[in-house]
């Protein structure tokens, strides 16, 4: 008999320490709030001025829990629905869904750190679905500049601007640096890639594009390499530094790409999140040979319609 009293005592323990654990992996539901917004997604008690209002739950931290749930009001017909990782400002993640005030679905896509993925769908508001393609913009047409020799008082260097315009997902851009008395640069950036399928992702698009402008060159390769270094930077106070030195940068955490002794470069590059202005600073270190530098860049942008 005392045996199977304490056989029941350890597996009560066991099963009471069990549930204890369990439960204490469950996160603790402190509220469910119903909020209310402004057209400016401002929170508001005025009555007059509401036009959304959410509801969430949360855990005893504060931290949004489980799904939620935006109304257009005060019909209370869906908004938004979706998780959030964290409140003011929104960060969704994992899959969402808007809707029009109509009724009709916006978009559904799955969101990471607040960012749409490419599995975005949308849809006009009569219904019909947004028809997306990817295509390549020239934002910097085929470009030429000379540079003096590092130590000539002239200038041994350039900076060439680039405008990103909205919905770039990355870029491809070709550079060629040769000494004077060599074999001119000559390549098509448009038509080349003009002919990379729309239909590959956008990973694949960049670097079918890189591939593709390195066998663009129609120019003889140069019997002699230039002494040359270039940085590509999201500063404009740094790329004004490079042009007042010899070719210096100060902020490191700035450059997107470096390279030396490095001619002739074709890449692809991701476009950091925020960015819309990158610049491209090249500099002859050449001692007494001036050179001259072919660059071309274009972006990957979405085109929806």
Same mark, same amino acid.
């Given at each position: 008999? !005392? ?34 917004? +402004? ?30 749930? +935006? ?18 400002? +929104? ?54 500049? !000379? ?159």
């Amino acid at each position: 008999m !005392k045996i199977h009293l304490l056989s029941a005592f350890i597996f009560l323990f066991a099963f009471s320490s069990l549930a204890q654990t369990s439960k204490a992996k469950q996160p603790i539901i402190l509220t469910t709030d119903t909020m209310f917004f +402004d057209q400016d997604w401002e929170e508001t008690e005025l009555k007059e001025d509401i036009k959304y209002a959410r509801i969430i739950k949360r855990t005893a931290l504060g931290v949004p829990y489980g799904t939620v749930r +935006d109304f257009y009001y005060p019909s209370w017909k869906k908004q938004w629905e979706g998780k959030l990782s964290r409140e003011a400002p +929104d960060v969704p993640t994992g899959l969402c869904t808007y809707w029009y005030s109509n009724g009709k679905v916006q978009s559904i896509a799955t969101y990471k750190d607040g960012v749409a993925q490419e599995d975005m769908r949308m849809w006009h508001e009569n219904g019909t679905q947004v028809v997306c393609k990817y295509k390549f913009v020239e934002t910097l047409p085929l470009t030429r500049a !000379k540079l003096l020799p590092y130590f000539d008082s002239g200038s041994s260097r350039t900076v060439q601007t680039i405008s990103i315009p909205e919905n770039s997902y990355g870029l491809v851009y070709k550079l060629d640096i040769r000494d004077e008395g060599q074999p001119p640069v000559t390549w098509a950036t448009v038509a080349t890639l003009a002919s990379i399928p729309a239909t590959l992702g956008t990973s694949q698009m960049l670097l079918a594009g890189a591939s593709a402008m390195r066998q663009a060159q129609n120019s003889k390769a140069p019997v002699v390499s230039t002494k040359c270094h270039y940085f590509i930077t999201t500063s404009k106070e740094n790329a004004e530094y490079f042009l007042q030195t010899k070719g210096s940068i100060l902020e490191k955490e700035s450059i997107v790409w470096y390279a030396s002794n490095t001619p002739q470069d074709t890449r692809h590059l991701a476009i950091p999140k925020g960015i819309n202005t990158l610049y491209f600073c090249i500099n002859n270190d050449n001692y007494q040979t001036s050179a001259e530098a072919t660059l071309s860049v274009s972006v990957l942008q979405k085109q929806c319609k």
